[in-house]
């Protein structure tokens, strides 16, 4: 692996889960104000593409994989959009033992909540990410959502967080919302359109980019999509690795 500014030291061999840990920790919180930190990771190819067939998988690898369980095993809670949810299957995040002691230091739970952002809550709730999470899913929702999808959500043992005045979400108010819960360490793994709502609101404080090395043409959407912002904002590199000629970004809002 190579790197760039702010990563640790090369080692010419595979990093290990400790190493990667230290390489993507969240900033140290301001002691007295603490305020939320929202993380980014998503996976494009060389001609932007963010899915192929509607699934990241097939344009990842091992080395993203392990990145992947690094920035869930340090996150809080973990963003996700409900197309994305029923797209990959997504299932509950579950604790390991290989970071346990630092999430125990840290004053986390064994294991990343899962916050599902949707407004209709047309959801699976007899999924195992509902059903038998280690911690309890998060349903992120407006007030305007359908009570009796809220309900059924409450049955499943989700709780609901109503995050904005109409039927979905506000992503400021969603962060603050989840701040409140004590989730200062955010993470999302998109889908595209989540993230770009994210984007759109300017909440994005750091961006972890895997860039594939892959073609894969046709009309998939790129790791953002809907509305644009008014000016463009720059982000800088923090870190560049390489393993198999994928390389992983983390960039941070400047």
């Not at 409450?154 to 967080?161: C, D, P, R």
């Not at 609101?201 to 998939?220: I, K, W």
Request: hydrophobic letters at 50%.
């Amino acid at each position: 692996m190579a790197h760039g500014p702010g990563a640790a030291a090369l080692v010419d061999r595979e990093w290990t889960l400790a190493e990667l840990a230290a390489a993507y920790a969240y900033p140290e919180p301001v002691p007295g104000a603490p305020r939320p930190w929202l993380r980014a990771n998503m996976v494009s190819t060389l001609d932007g593409a963010a899915q192929h067939e509607g699934r990241s998988q097939p344009i990842s690898s091992a080395a993203d994989m392990r990145i992947f369980g690094t920035l869930r095993a340090l996150a809080d809670v973990i963003m996700v959009g409900a197309e994305t949810v029923r797209q990959e299957g997504y299932r509950p995040a579950r604790a390991r033992a290989e970071f346990a002691a630092a999430r125990a230091a840290a004053g986390q739970g064994p294991a990343a909540a899962i916050a599902v952002v949707s407004a209709s809550l047309e959801l699976d709730f007899s999924l195992p990410l509902f059903t038998s999470p280690v911690v309890p899913t998060l349903v992120l929702t407006g007030a305007a959502a359908p009570a009796d999808r809220i309900a059924a959500a409450e049955k499943a043992g989700a709780t609901v967080v109503i995050a904005g005045a109409g039927p979905g979400i506000e992503p400021a108010r969603a962060v603050r919302a989840l701040a409140d819960l004590g989730h200062t360490r955010l993470l999302t793994e998109g889908g595209p359109r989540l993230l770009g709502r994210l984007v759109s609101a300017e909440v994005v404080d750091e961006m972890c980019l895997t860039l594939s090395p892959m073609l894969t043409a046709g009309d998939a959407q790129r790791i953002a999509g809907g509305p644009p912002v008014a000016v463009p904002h720059r982000f800088e590199l923090v870190s560049l690795l390489e393993e198999a000629g994928f390389l992983f970004g983390r960039y941070r809002r400047s």
